[in-house]
């Protein structure tokens, strides 16, 4: 594993100077270097690039995708559904709506409002989705269902909402469900690392209840594992995670889907090294989606989520194309 995690870390560093070099204006490396190493004798207009503009948006592309791959690796074991995903719980839908709701419907909202409100989204639809589910139990099946419906029900609302709203307030909206960090800042990327801490320890630490909850519900029970607690409190914590990205950055897509395959390929199915794995996977995944999205046609940009969408729909054609012959 750790030549694996050298390997990873080196990539994050290479996407890392990247992403600070490469944009509108491009930086030299010896630049680079001077404005991170001794910034009191770097340029004025080359530290405000680099470390007010480009650091900050590469940290909080770091953050969201590792958040989206600890998610989805959370997902794909609860479910027990190797294309299970955030949105599958309808955390993405439910932030979605949410948002629209505050953009188009209370346009004179503050914007600062507009995490909180998609946060508070994607909490009451997983909350619904496992309340609607409880049957005396629980069972991935009846949530994955739920959430399906769940979901196909506020995107229809936030249809309904794009087809009547006010022209400008649905195009900020679009673009905030584009998912992208073009307006990463310092407060941030803070206040996302400082939500993102505990719930990514606490998932890492429950990688041998993630290993368990991966069988039927009877082998678990039998094993002592409370699993409908389990069930509840692991949601719960996809919620926290997953909810705590789309607030940062809107809907980015496909991460949690790839990251945990792309991990599980390198290190196994133990969740305590592919929890780890899977989120340096991410974060790299999401970093390269938003260095491609703003230096392939610049000066324009493309949404880091539209990015990932290019890469995840094939990916997902490659999944399902692997299991044509797997009985359902």
Not at 47 to 60: C, F, H, K, N, Q
Not at 126 to 154: E, K, V
Not at 211 to 219: E, I, P
Not at 228 to 241: E, G, K, N, V, Y
Request: proline share 5%.
């Amino acid at each position: 594993m750790k030549p694996i995690v050298a390997a990873l870390l080196v990539a994050l560093a290479g996407l890392s100077a990247a992403s600070l070099a490469l944009g509108d204006v491009t930086i030299p490396a010896d630049e680079l270097v001077l404005a991170i190493v001794n910034p009191a004798a770097a340029a004025q207009d080359t530290l405000m690039i680099v470390l007010e503009l480009r650091l900050p948006r590469a940290l909080l592309a770091l953050l969201v995708g590792m958040a989206l791959a600890v998610a989805g690796t959370i997902a794909q074991a609860v479910m027990r559904n190797p294309l299970a995903e955030p949105g599958i719980l309808g955390i993405n839908a439910g932030a979605a709506l949410a948002a629209m709701l505050l953009i188009v419907a209370l346009p004179g909202a503050s914007p600062a409002l507009l995490p909180w409100a998609s946060f508070a989204g994607a909490g009451a639809m997983a909350a619904a989705i496992y309340a609607l589910s409880w049957r005396g139990g629980t069972s991935s099946l009846r949530i994955i269902l739920i959430g399906i419906g769940l979901s196909s029900l506020a995107g229809a609302a936030t249809t309904l909402l794009t087809a009547f709203g006010e022209i400008r307030d649905v195009q900020r909206a679009m673009i905030w469900l584009a998912g992208s960090v073009y307006d990463a800042d310092w407060r941030k990327v803070r206040l996302l690392a400082l939500w993102l801490s505990g719930p990514l320890v606490l998932a890492w630490l429950g990688a041998r209840e993630l290993d368990l909850v991966r069988f039927d519900d009877d082998t678990a029970r039998g094993l002592g594992q409370r699993v409908d607690l389990l069930r509840a409190l692991t949601i719960l914590l996809c919620t926290l995670i997953s909810g705590a990205a789309v607030a940062a950055a809107g809907l980015i897509g496909f991460v949690g889907l790839i990251a945990p395959h792309l991990a599980r390929r390198l290190v196994g199915p133990a969740h305590s090294r592919l929890m780890p794995v899977a989120a340096l996977t991410g974060g790299a995944l999401v970093m390269a989606a938003d260095l491609l999205g703003r230096t392939v046609i610049a000066p324009a940009q493309l949404p880091a989520g539209l990015v990932t969408a290019l890469i995840g729909a094939p990916f997902l054609g490659y999944l399902l194309w692997g299991r044509r012959h797997v009985p359902a």
